[in-house]
Protein backbone atom coordinates (compact mmCIF):
# COMPACT_ATOMS: atom_id res chain seq x y z
CA UNK A 1 0.00 0.00 0.00
CA UNK A 2 1.51 3.08 -1.64
CA UNK A 3 1.13 6.73 -1.12
CA UNK A 4 2.67 9.10 -4.09
CA UNK A 5 3.05 12.69 -3.05
CA UNK A 6 3.58 15.30 -5.43
CA UNK A 7 4.44 18.98 -5.03
CA UNK A 8 6.99 21.35 -7.10
CA UNK A 9 9.08 21.45 -4.36
CA UNK A 10 10.22 20.38 -1.39
CA UNK A 11 7.15 22.62 0.69
CA UNK A 12 5.27 19.12 -0.28
CA UNK A 13 6.89 18.00 2.67
CA UNK A 14 5.19 19.54 5.40
CA UNK A 15 2.40 17.72 4.45
CA UNK A 16 4.20 14.56 4.23
CA UNK A 17 5.54 14.57 7.80
CA UNK A 18 2.16 14.57 8.96
CA UNK A 19 1.01 11.46 6.62
CA UNK A 20 4.20 9.57 7.97
CA UNK A 21 2.86 10.55 11.68
CA UNK A 22 -0.58 9.16 11.00
CA UNK A 23 0.21 6.25 8.79
CA UNK A 24 3.82 4.76 9.18
CA UNK A 25 2.36 1.49 7.91
CA UNK A 26 2.41 3.25 4.21
CA UNK A 27 4.96 3.42 2.20
CA UNK A 28 5.62 6.84 0.40
CA UNK A 29 6.68 8.28 -2.66
CA UNK A 30 7.81 12.09 -2.69
CA UNK A 31 7.59 13.26 -6.52
CA UNK A 32 9.08 16.58 -7.02
CA UNK A 33 8.56 18.66 -10.07
CA UNK A 34 11.59 20.62 -9.31
CA UNK A 35 12.37 21.33 -13.42
CA UNK A 36 9.41 23.10 -13.37
CA UNK A 37 9.66 25.18 -10.02
CA UNK A 38 8.16 27.54 -9.34
CA UNK A 39 4.45 26.90 -10.53
CA UNK A 40 3.31 29.93 -9.41
CA UNK A 41 4.19 31.80 -12.10
CA UNK A 42 3.18 29.20 -14.55
CA UNK A 43 -0.19 29.98 -17.21
CA UNK A 44 -2.78 27.16 -16.16
CA UNK A 45 -3.48 25.46 -19.43
CA UNK A 46 0.11 24.77 -19.86
CA UNK A 47 0.54 23.61 -16.60
CA UNK A 48 -2.31 21.10 -16.84
CA UNK A 49 -0.69 20.19 -19.47
CA UNK A 50 2.39 19.45 -17.83
CA UNK A 51 0.84 17.75 -14.87
CA UNK A 52 -1.40 15.82 -16.15
CA UNK A 53 1.47 14.10 -18.25
CA UNK A 54 3.29 13.78 -15.41
CA UNK A 55 0.92 12.87 -13.04
CA UNK A 56 -0.01 9.67 -15.57
CA UNK A 57 3.71 8.35 -15.82
CA UNK A 58 4.09 8.67 -12.34
CA UNK A 59 0.76 6.67 -11.41
CA UNK A 60 1.59 3.80 -14.37
CA UNK A 61 4.84 3.47 -12.59
CA UNK A 62 4.37 3.66 -8.92
CA UNK A 63 1.14 2.54 -9.12
CA UNK A 64 0.29 4.15 -5.68
CA UNK A 65 -3.45 3.74 -3.91
CA UNK A 66 -3.61 7.18 -3.58
CA UNK A 67 -2.33 10.42 -4.55
CA UNK A 68 -1.71 13.80 -2.14
CA UNK A 69 -1.03 16.58 -4.39
CA UNK A 70 0.43 18.56 -1.79
CA UNK A 71 0.27 22.16 -3.71
CA UNK A 72 -1.90 24.00 -3.64
CA UNK A 73 -1.06 26.20 -6.69
CA UNK A 74 -1.93 22.04 -8.30
CA UNK A 75 -4.65 21.08 -6.20
CA UNK A 76 -6.74 24.33 -7.13
CA UNK A 77 -6.70 23.70 -10.64
CA UNK A 78 -5.92 20.23 -12.02
CA UNK A 79 -7.79 18.16 -9.53
CA UNK A 80 -11.00 17.84 -11.69
CA UNK A 81 -8.80 16.75 -14.85
CA UNK A 82 -7.14 13.81 -12.43
CA UNK A 83 -10.23 12.65 -10.96
CA UNK A 84 -11.55 12.01 -14.54
CA UNK A 85 -8.70 10.13 -15.74
CA UNK A 86 -7.69 8.03 -12.78
CA UNK A 87 -9.63 5.68 -10.70
CA UNK A 88 -7.42 5.63 -7.16
CA UNK A 89 -8.38 8.40 -4.78
CA UNK A 90 -6.79 12.33 -4.98
CA UNK A 91 -6.30 14.76 -2.15
CA UNK A 92 -5.51 17.94 -2.78
CA UNK A 93 -4.13 20.66 -0.99
CA UNK A 94 -6.26 24.02 -1.21
CA UNK A 95 -6.51 27.16 0.80
CA UNK A 96 -8.06 26.80 4.47
CA UNK A 97 -10.30 29.43 3.92
CA UNK A 98 -13.29 27.68 5.75
CA UNK A 99 -11.56 26.88 8.80
CA UNK A 100 -10.30 30.34 8.91
CA UNK A 101 -13.85 32.13 8.97
CA UNK A 102 -14.81 30.22 11.54
CA UNK A 103 -11.55 30.81 13.87
CA UNK A 104 -12.00 34.28 13.44
CA UNK A 105 -12.33 36.81 15.55
CA UNK A 106 -12.23 40.26 14.33
CA UNK A 107 -13.84 39.10 10.86
CA UNK A 108 -10.22 39.73 9.01
CA UNK A 109 -8.13 36.90 7.26
CA UNK A 110 -5.46 36.66 4.85
CA UNK A 111 -4.60 34.38 2.37
CA UNK A 112 -0.95 33.99 1.38
CA UNK A 113 -0.33 31.82 -1.23
CA UNK A 114 1.54 31.80 -4.65
CA UNK A 115 0.27 34.10 -7.46
CA UNK A 116 -1.05 31.60 -9.17
CA UNK A 117 -3.62 30.07 -6.11
CA UNK A 118 -4.48 33.58 -6.02
CA UNK A 119 -5.77 34.10 -8.92
CA UNK A 120 -7.60 30.46 -8.76
CA UNK A 121 -11.64 30.57 -9.78
CA UNK A 122 -11.29 27.74 -6.97
CA UNK A 123 -10.01 29.83 -4.24
CA UNK A 124 -12.53 32.80 -5.34
CA UNK A 125 -15.37 29.85 -5.18
CA UNK A 126 -14.19 29.05 -1.69
CA UNK A 127 -14.75 32.79 -0.53
CA UNK A 128 -17.73 32.82 -1.52
CA UNK A 129 -19.24 29.58 -0.44
CA UNK A 130 -17.66 29.52 3.12
CA UNK A 131 -16.48 33.12 4.07
CA UNK A 132 -18.82 35.62 2.95
CA UNK A 133 -19.24 36.78 6.12
CA UNK A 134 -15.33 37.79 6.78
CA UNK A 135 -13.50 39.98 4.96
CA UNK A 136 -10.79 38.20 3.21
CA UNK A 137 -7.21 39.01 1.60
CA UNK A 138 -5.68 37.48 -0.91
CA UNK A 139 -1.29 37.81 -1.10
CA UNK A 140 -0.18 36.44 -4.16
CA UNK A 141 3.85 35.95 -2.60
CA UNK A 142 6.22 35.95 -5.71
CA UNK A 143 9.69 34.93 -3.88
CA UNK A 144 8.38 33.09 -0.50
CA UNK A 145 8.16 29.63 -2.15
CA UNK A 146 11.89 29.33 -3.13
CA UNK A 147 13.21 31.18 0.00
CA UNK A 148 11.42 28.36 1.77
CA UNK A 149 13.44 25.89 -0.03
CA UNK A 150 16.57 27.89 0.45
CA UNK A 151 15.74 27.99 4.07
CA UNK A 152 15.01 24.57 4.28
CA UNK A 153 18.13 23.83 3.30
CA UNK A 154 20.18 26.01 5.43
CA UNK A 155 20.98 28.92 3.14
CA UNK A 156 20.71 32.71 3.77
CA UNK A 157 17.74 34.30 3.17
CA UNK A 158 16.87 38.02 3.42
CA UNK A 159 14.17 38.76 5.89
CA UNK A 160 13.75 42.02 4.71
CA UNK A 161 12.34 40.25 1.76
CA UNK A 162 10.47 38.21 3.44
CA UNK A 163 8.90 40.93 6.01
CA UNK A 164 7.69 42.83 2.62
CA UNK A 165 6.16 40.13 1.30
CA UNK A 166 4.15 39.24 4.59
CA UNK A 167 3.26 42.86 4.91
CA UNK A 168 0.15 43.19 3.21
CA UNK A 169 -1.68 40.08 5.19
CA UNK A 170 -1.84 42.94 8.12
CA UNK A 171 -4.20 44.87 7.89
CA UNK A 172 -6.23 47.46 10.07
CA UNK A 173 -9.49 48.63 9.81
CA UNK A 174 -12.22 50.17 11.30
CA UNK A 175 -10.69 48.87 14.80
CA UNK A 176 -10.50 45.25 13.43
CA UNK A 177 -6.98 43.48 13.02
CA UNK A 178 -6.19 40.64 10.87
CA UNK A 179 -6.14 37.52 13.19
CA UNK A 180 -5.99 34.72 11.11
CA UNK A 181 -3.24 34.27 7.99
CA UNK A 182 -3.96 31.16 5.58
CA UNK A 183 -0.61 29.21 5.08
CA UNK A 184 -2.10 28.63 1.63
CA UNK A 185 1.29 27.08 -0.03
CA UNK A 186 2.96 24.24 1.38
CA UNK A 187 6.26 25.77 1.66
CA UNK A 188 5.40 28.59 3.91
CA UNK A 189 4.86 26.43 6.97
CA UNK A 190 8.55 25.76 6.52
CA UNK A 191 9.23 29.61 7.43
CA UNK A 192 6.67 30.39 10.06
CA UNK A 193 8.96 30.72 13.04
CA UNK A 194 10.55 33.87 10.78
CA UNK A 195 6.97 34.67 9.77
CA UNK A 196 6.03 34.98 13.42
CA UNK A 197 9.11 36.62 14.50
CA UNK A 198 8.76 39.31 11.67
CA UNK A 199 4.61 40.17 11.93
CA UNK A 200 3.48 43.40 13.24
CA UNK A 201 1.20 42.00 15.68
CA UNK A 202 0.71 37.74 16.53
CA UNK A 203 -2.15 36.04 13.99
CA UNK A 204 -3.04 32.37 13.83
CA UNK A 205 -1.17 30.91 11.23
CA UNK A 206 -3.16 27.97 9.91
CA UNK A 207 -1.65 25.34 7.84
CA UNK A 208 -3.90 22.39 7.40
CA UNK A 209 -1.28 19.62 6.69
CA UNK A 210 -2.96 17.67 9.71
CA UNK A 211 -6.21 17.92 7.42
CA UNK A 212 -5.06 16.82 4.47
CA UNK A 213 -3.23 13.83 6.23
CA UNK A 214 -6.50 12.88 8.02
CA UNK A 215 -8.80 12.88 5.13
CA UNK A 216 -5.74 10.79 3.45
CA UNK A 217 -5.65 8.52 5.62
CA UNK A 218 -9.41 8.54 5.94
CA UNK A 219 -9.65 7.46 2.24
CA UNK A 220 -6.10 5.17 2.37
CA UNK A 221 -9.20 3.43 4.37
CA UNK A 222 -7.09 0.46 6.41
CA UNK A 223 -3.97 -1.10 5.23
CA UNK A 224 -4.06 -4.20 3.57
CA UNK A 225 -1.09 -5.58 5.62
CA UNK A 226 1.53 -4.81 7.82
CA UNK A 227 4.53 -6.28 6.82
CA UNK A 228 8.08 -6.27 8.11
CA UNK A 229 9.81 -6.13 4.62
CA UNK A 230 11.12 -2.47 4.30
CA UNK A 231 10.27 -1.16 1.16
CA UNK A 232 12.22 2.28 1.33
CA UNK A 233 10.65 5.23 0.94
CA UNK A 234 11.42 7.31 -1.99
CA UNK A 235 11.96 11.14 -3.16
CA UNK A 236 12.12 11.52 -7.03
CA UNK A 237 12.99 14.68 -8.57
CA UNK A 238 11.83 15.76 -12.33
CA UNK A 239 15.38 17.23 -12.99
CA UNK A 240 17.87 13.90 -11.64
CA UNK A 241 19.26 13.49 -8.76
CA UNK A 242 19.47 16.08 -6.42
CA UNK A 243 23.04 17.29 -4.88
CA UNK A 244 23.97 16.21 -1.62
CA UNK A 245 22.90 19.00 1.20
CA UNK A 246 19.32 17.89 -0.61
CA UNK A 247 19.55 14.16 -0.62
CA UNK A 248 20.48 15.13 3.34
CA UNK A 249 17.75 16.89 3.87
CA UNK A 250 15.41 14.35 2.94
CA UNK A 251 16.88 11.37 4.51
CA UNK A 252 16.07 13.55 7.45
CA UNK A 253 12.30 13.22 6.26
CA UNK A 254 13.06 9.13 6.18
CA UNK A 255 12.88 9.62 2.13
CA UNK A 256 15.60 8.02 -0.71
CA UNK A 257 16.55 9.65 -3.40
N1 LIG B 1 4.12 24.32 -2.80
C1 LIG B 1 3.34 25.00 -3.79
C2 LIG B 1 1.96 25.36 -3.22
O1 LIG B 1 1.51 24.81 -2.24
C3 LIG B 1 3.87 26.23 -4.45
C4 LIG B 1 5.26 26.43 -4.86
C5 LIG B 1 5.40 26.88 -6.30
O2 LIG B 1 5.13 28.05 -6.63
O3 LIG B 1 5.78 26.02 -7.09
O4 LIG B 1 1.29 26.20 -3.75
Known sequence: ????????????????????????????????????FPYGDWGEAALIARMDNLL?????RHKPDLVVI?????????????????????????????PAAGRTFTGQISVLATPGTVKRDY?????????????????????????????????????AIIREEIAPCFLDQYGARTDVVVLACTHYPFLVNVFRRLAPWPVDWLDPAEAIARRAMYLAGDAQEITEETIEDIAIFTSGTPAAPMRRLLAGFGLKC
Open 70 to 98: ACNTASTLILPVLRSRHEIPFVGTVPAIK
Open 1 to 36: MSILVFDSGIGGLSVLRELRVLMPERRIIYAVDDAA
Open 56 to 60: ADLIE
Open 123 to 159: TRNLIGEFATKVNVRLIGATRLAAMAEAYMLRQPVDE
